[in-house]
């Protein structure tokens, strides 16, 4: 037992440890998958640190799995610094210090060693970002060149606004102006008063979640779609609803729609994470005759759509003509030109516009100034930046794509835009497999997490292509080792 039990910041129970968990063990000792699940969920943040694990013996009720097994997966998970148990306190999950871990040689889990790269990647501690190099859940893009000269030349325009208090709860008008022209040249007739910054489109999609929804209010969304947006929803009470996507079908949507009488409905028209399809332009049209026909708000999340890899033109603007009340837009400049902009922005009627800056001052107040500066010089280089984002973007999909086809018995799909692909296992492994990738130093993001209902996709992952093609390359054979443990008859393709 350790010394010291840190804080503990929420309990979980075991019922909602084996949803999360889903289909864990595909084959090998039952500890070690189990233990593989638990980690894998630590590291892609599904489960949070400082949480309180159910007691060995309910956990194996709860999973009709011995004692022995969730004593064994404990024991792991203290072994490789991803728990901590005292007694009287229980067993807490914990992200690992650099110094916790396995001896050298020692199996990160299954029956091969894996190398001491591996463990130092696996145990690095820190959530997928801190993973480096093998990580493959985060869609987050390096920067583009042009961004430090976006940078100087903001700083260049911050004394003018240096005599003000800094706050903005619409945003700065150059940049509202400047989103507001982005919208109109694809066709969207759009003013700085239909515009509202926000701190990334997360804050969009939370402030969007919390000003309509009231507790047991439905929401409405794609099967499988975007789970921090799922998350937002039930955040603020909201009893999330899917429908299939992939095309998505608009007479069940209709039909959804008229039974559960949501307040919002949330759908992904451009490369929908995690699918990656394209809405056509009749769907867009049908859904913003869905959104005036029953007065339900509709949130187009487009943070995708400037990243189109393909020779295809793209179908209309989400927003159409931008008439509609109940048509609302969500963007950002995290996906098209960099995480660290933590600058979104909603377009909407006006008076929409207005009740989201008043709810968004009880969190943050305004967004910041020097990165507002920044997006609008990105923005004035659109085209130039996006041309180098997509031809980098386009090479490193199709060495992954290409890597993972001649690798696997999978359907792995090309993309046609978007940051990631949605890879077909062939059969409903997808937990186990990511808990096992995990162990070899390689992070996927599992189907289930994408569905609403969190027994969907499960023979399904979602991997991103985001990295530099040296780590796209280091990440395939770990991918498939970790598919040896779970399907060994699936024998990877020479």
Known sequence: MSAATPTVLRQLSPATTARLLGSWHAGGPAYIALADALRAAVLSG????????????????????????????????????????????????????????????????????VPDDALRAVTSGGLPSAVGHLDLWQATPPAPPELHEAFARALERLPAYLDSGGYEPHGLA??????????????????????????????????????????????????????????????????????????????????????????????????????????????????REIADRYGVTVVGDETLVELNLSDEAMPPAFAGDGTSPHVVSVGSASKAFWGGLRVGWVRAHPQVIAHLARARQSADIATAVLEQLAVVELLGRHEEVMAGRRRMLRERRDLLVGR???????????????????????????????????????????????????????????????????????????????????????????
């Open 174 to 287: 150059p940049l509202r102006e400047a989103v507001a022209a982005r919208y109109r040249e694809r066709g969207v007739p759009t003013t700085a008063e239909e515009i509202l910054v926000t701190t990334g489109a997360q804050q969009a999609i939370a402030l969007l979640a919390h000003t309509h929804l009231r507790p047991g209010d439905r929401a409405v969304v794609e099967s499988p779609t975007y789970f921090h947006a799922m998350e937002s929803m039930r955040d603020a009470g909201g009893r999330v609803v899917g429908v299939p996507t992939g095309p998505l079908d608009v007479d069940l949507l209709v039909s959804t729609v008229r039974r559960a009488q949501p307040r919002l409905v949330y759908l992904v028209p451009d490369f929908q994470n995690p699918t990656g399809f394209v809405m056509s332009a009749d769907e867009r049209a049908a859904v």
């Open 46 to 113: 599904t489960l949070a640190p400082n949480t309180r694990l159910p007691s060995e013996r309910e956990l194996a009720a709860t999973l009709r799995v011995s004692r022995t097994t969730t004593s064994g997966a404990y024991a792991r998970l203290r072994e490789l610094g991803f728990a901590v148990s005292r007694v009287g306190s229980g067993t807490v999950a914990t992200l690992p210090q650099r110094s916790a871990e396995p001896a050298p040689g020692r199996p990160a889990g299954g029956d091969a060693p």
């Open 404 to 494: 993972l086809q001649e690798a696997f018995p999978w359907d792995v799909p090309t993309p046609q835009g978007g940051l990631f692909c949605w890879a077909d296992l062939g059969r409903p492994v997808a937990q186990a497999f990511a808990a096992a990738a995990a162990a070899e130093g390689a992070l996927v993001a599992a189907g289930p997490i994408f569905s609403p209902e969190s027994t969907g996709a499960a023979s399904r992952v979602r991997l991103t292509f985001t990295r530099s093609p040296a780590e796209l390359a280091d990440a395939v054979p770990r991918l498939v080792r970790a598919w040896a443990r779970v399907a060994p008859s699936g024998r990877p393709r020479r």
